[in-house]
Nanobody, 125 residues
């Protein structure tokens, strides 16, 4: 089993930055692709970004491309999401996820085996 714990969320003004972290424990995720999703109130959970097991390949939703950067440190079993130029529409609960068979373009939530509990990001205008 894999346990994922997100941290780093908070309240920030539009144009500001936040860095989210996702610490993995239990079975190692260093050989799995990992991803960030988000869910705003009243909306479905949506894909944000993903990274390959090595960190060499990344993929982003169009809505965050150029503003967000996903990275990972396999030695620390930790996934990151650097979020810059934040907008009010980025307000959501952010989740990290991983799975045995996912790739960096896997955007369907049902394909992921492991999820964190989420961290709230609120961007004020």
């Amino acid at each position: 089993q894999v346990q994922l714990v997100e941290s780093g969320g908070g309240l920030v003004q539009a144009g500001g930055s936040l860095r989210l972290s996702c610490a993995a424990s239990g079975r190692t995720v260093s050989t799995y692709a990992m991803a960030w999703f988000r869910q705003a109130p009243g909306k479905e959970r949506e894909f944000v970004a993903a990274i390959s097991w090595s960190g060499g390949s990344t993929y982003y939703a169009d809505s965050v491309k150029g503003r967000f950067a996903i990275s990972r440190d396999n030695a620390k079993n930790t996934l990151y999401l650097q979020m810059n130029s934040l907008k009010p529409e980025d307000t959501a609960v952010y989740y990290c996820a991983s799975g045995l068979r996912v790739g960096i373009r896997t955007a369907a939530t049902a394909e992921y085996d492991y999820w964190g509990q989420g961290t709230q990001v609120t961007v004020s205008s």
